[in-house]
């Protein structure tokens, strides 16, 4: 029988993955908003004009690839786990993958609280005559440098320790919603970040057309 009322598990699974994605996107708005603010005057305004477009074109499809990579890894992960005999359904894989995302959730929390209020510093140099591409590289060396510091190496590996309690999450979802071996679950986790791959160089080829 058709369901009329809406599904508790998945808008669970939708407040964690939402939980991950919001923080996040204000985490990188926050830092990008902090970088054109410690930009030197003699930057020309088209060239901040372009900047702050990239930087909000970036947030922009950080969320939308992050949203398509949940419900379309979602499917991809069905179909995986039916091509190698298992029986998973749709609705339960795209609960148990959203709830997988606690982990980056907790992090990404703890990383905005970290980011919002930090200061960031920029060791620009430019000299006048400095073509576009020029100032792109330097720009990007002084940004690299300023999030080095100690502070923002622990939110780095923050941010890699949620990820791989996120995957052993996600290894044990698709063991359980589709009734996959342990090896299968990993081949097909490993699809799935394939396709990752594929939508985050999209994301960046888009956002680099638009720079």
């Known amino acids: 029988m058709r369901r009329s009322e809406a599904d508790p598990a998945v808008g669970a699974a939708f407040a964690v993955f939402m939980g ?6 204000v985490s990188y ?17 088209d060239m901040v004009k372009s900047i702050s477009f990239f930087f909000t074109l970036t947030v922009i499809s950080n969320g939308v690839a992050g949203v ?12 995986l786990s039916i091509i190698f005999d298992g029986d998973a359904e749709y609705r339960k894989m795209l609960e148990l993958t959203g709830l997988s995302f606690l982990p980056l959730a907790l992090v990404s929390v ?40 100690t502070g ?41 970040m394939l396709f990752g791959v594929f939508v985050y160089y999209v994301r960046l080829k888009i956002n680099l057309f638009e720079m």
Do not use: Y
């Not at 708005?29 to 305004?45: C, D, M, Q, T």
């Not at 398509?68 to 179909?79: D, H, K, N, Q, R």
């Not at 320790?161 to 986790?189: D, F, P, R, Y």
């Open 20 to 25: 991950f994605l919001i923080p996040f996107l």
């Open 29 to 45: 708005a926050s830092l990008a908003h902090k970088i054109l603010g410690a930009l030197p005057e003699s930057i020309e305004p």
């Open 110 to 149: 703890a990383v905005m609280l970290f980011v919002v209020p930090q200061e960031v510093a920029l060791n620009l140099r430019l000299e006048p005559g400095m073509s576009e591409a020029v100032i792109k590289r330097e720009m990007h060396e002084a940004v690299t440098a300023a999030l080095s510091t």
């Open 152 to 192: 923002f190496r622990v939110v780095h590996a923050l941010n890699q320790i949620g990820m791989i309690w996120t995957l052993i999450l996600m290894v044990l979802s698709l063991k359980h919603a589709g009734k996959l071996s342990t090896g299968k679950s990993v081949i097909s986790l490993f699809f799935l």
């Open 68 to 79: 398509v990579l949940w419900i379309v890894g979602s499917g991809m992960l069905t179909c």
